[in-house]
């Protein structure tokens, strides 16, 4: 019933950039957190950036001042800027999603991931 659909990967050389999206659709009451990870061949899931409701965000040391996350509630969508990119940026991104829903009558807080998109960065 609620869907994450992440765009925006792709090959980029080293210095260049690319702009992630990730869009919630289907039955929900709210987001609160939005949230980008990544996850590179042979490492653990990391945070890269996340933003709350009102708009603060937090970045993980490696991403500041190259990365910046954004939101637009009205499209329920979340950014990820990405420039100066490194080959150590490699990775498989994925937007994490807290969503307010309704399960069997109770109203809940729900983690969401997306289903991940491939940034590659190679020259």
């Known amino acids: 019933q609620v869907q994450l659909v992440e765009s925006g990967g792709g090959l980029v050389q080293p210095g260049g950039s690319l702009r992630l999206s990730c869009t919630a659709s289907?039955?929900?009451?709210?987001?609160?957190?939005m949230n980008w990870y990544r996850q590179a061949p042979g490492k653990q899931r990391e945070l890269v950036a996340g933003i709350a409701v009102g708009g603060n965000t937090n970045y993980s040391d490696p991403m500041k001042g190259r990365f910046t996350i954004s939101r637009d509630n009205a499209k329920n969508t979340v950014y990820l800027q990405m420039n100066s990119l490194k080959a150590e940026d490699t990775a498989v991104y994925y937007c994490?999603?807290?969503?307010?829903?309704?399960?069997?009558?109770?109203?809940?807080?729900?983690?969401?991931w997306g289903q991940g998109t491939q940034v590659t960065v190679s020259s």
């Open positions: 994490n999603v807290d969503l307010i829903v309704v399960v069997a009558g109770t109203i809940r807080s729900v983690d969401y």
């Open positions: 289907g039955s929900f009451l709210n987001i609160y957190a």
